[in-house]
């Protein structure tokens, strides 16, 4: 406690020891951190030197106090650096190897920008809290624990990979903005904030979005995704929505489609029964491959953002070669779209799988030069 502790040289944990209290360390010469049994530092620790300061070792343990950069040569070749409390890093200057946040809920706050080279891993347990300034990582993101949340940007900005271990999700902005390459593997549980792609390659061979009961904010225009698991909630499309495997409407309840975009997917999957599915006035959205909609869905469903007033209207393209069960079409479907046209289909029409309720209530129907239908008496 009391004062300064003022560092020319370096600074040893040789067992597993908790240091804390009110004294400020700070760190003037060219030296060394090195730990060796796993202790912590909950002191105030400053980096203020024209010298070198070099983090040695995969067990540097900081929690609870502040941990500043203000000058000097910083190495963290190969090290980890681990925060497992509520803690502030003003640390803009320092190139990081590998940082873990940990602990039980706690509040990690970035008071300046924190820049990685190696792997990100969160790794706390409850809701632990991400605030403050933007964590570049320069190489990869791994959600391995705890359900995080905050005010914080994750930009992606190297080459690295995204991975979760479990289904814990991850709810804070992330944006792809890198000339280097991004790979999305396995399940990555991710929801309510913002996602967001710039520049770079994103590889996402084999991988699944799930966005929880909470949804999202789509601006990945650009990026071909491979599946996503859309829960019961709003999603919203700032840019157009691409996909080249499956959409699952899982669970039960409404799922809403906001936003100026719409989406292009392979595969559109609903097969539980009483959902009604929203879709956004002006979009397009189309099914390139299957549609199955096991589900009865009226078709009053998909016209709740219709303007019938103005004439306005959301489409949904079954592109050509694309097959749909025969819970597609149907009576209710056209009856509920006003004399306008809701549904596009390109492909081949057959009685028996795409009007095969029409066939017990024949109808007149007026289609355009495209097939459309346009009116529906």
């Known amino acids: 406690n009391g004062n300064n502790l003022h560092l020319k040289s370096s600074m ?30 909950k002191n105030n620790f400053t980096i203020n030197t024209s010298g070198t300061f070099t983090m040695v070792g995969s067990l540097l343990n900081y929690n609870t106090g502040t941990f500043k950069y203000i000058s000097g040569t910083v190495i963290a070749t190969g090290s980890t650096f681990t925060i497992a409390a509520n803690t502030t890093l003003d640390t803009n200057g320092i190139i990081f190897n590998n940082v873990t946040f940990g602990g039980a809920s706690q509040t990690y706050y970035l008071a300046s ?22 964590l570049f990582c320069r190489g990869n993101l791994s959600v391995t624990n705890g359900d995080t949340r905050g005010s914080t940007q994750i930009v992606l900005n190297g080459t690295g990979t995204w991975s979760h271990t479990n289904a814990m999700f991850l709810r804070n902005d992330i944006t792809i903005n890198t000339t280097g390459t991004t790979t999305v593997s396995g399940v990555i549980y991710w929801c309510q904030g913002t996602l967001t792609y710039s520049a770079g390659t994103v590889i996402t061979t084999g991988s699944t979005i799930n966005t929880g009961g909470i949804g999202g904010t789509f601006n990945t225009n650009g990026v071909i995704w491979n599946n996503f698991i859309f829960p019961n909630t709003i999603h919203t499309l700032l840019s157009p929505l691409n996909a080249t495997g499956s959409m699952t409407l899982a669970s039960s309840g409404n799922i809403t489609f906001k936003g100026p975009a719409g989406f292009t997917i392979g595969t559109f999957l609903c097969s539980t029964a009483g959902r009604t599915i929203f879709l956004n006035t002006g979009n397009t959205y189309t099914v390139t491959n299957n549609m199955t909609t096991t589900a009865t869905l009226a078709g009053v469903s998909y016209l709740q953002s219709i303007d019938l007033a103005n004439g306005t209207k959301a489409i949904f393209n079954l592109s050509p070669g694309a097959t749909q069960d025969n819970g597609y079409f149907s009576a209710i479907d056209i009856d509920s779209s006003g004399g306008r046209s809701i549904w596009t289909y390109k492909g081949v029409l057959t009685r028996t799988i795409n009007w095969n309720k029409m066939s017990t209530n024949p109808k007149k129907h007026i289609l355009s030069s495209n097939n459309r239908i346009i009116k529906h008496t």
């Open 12 to 41: 040893q944990f040789i067992s597993s020891l908790t240091v804390q209290g009110t004294t400020n360390f700070n760190f003037i010469g060219t030296g060394s951190w090195t730990e060796t049994g796993n202790g912590i530092l």
């Open 113 to 134: 920008n924190l820049t990685t080279t190696g792997t990100v891993r969160l790794n706390g347990t409850g809701t632990p809290t991400l605030s403050g300034n933007t």
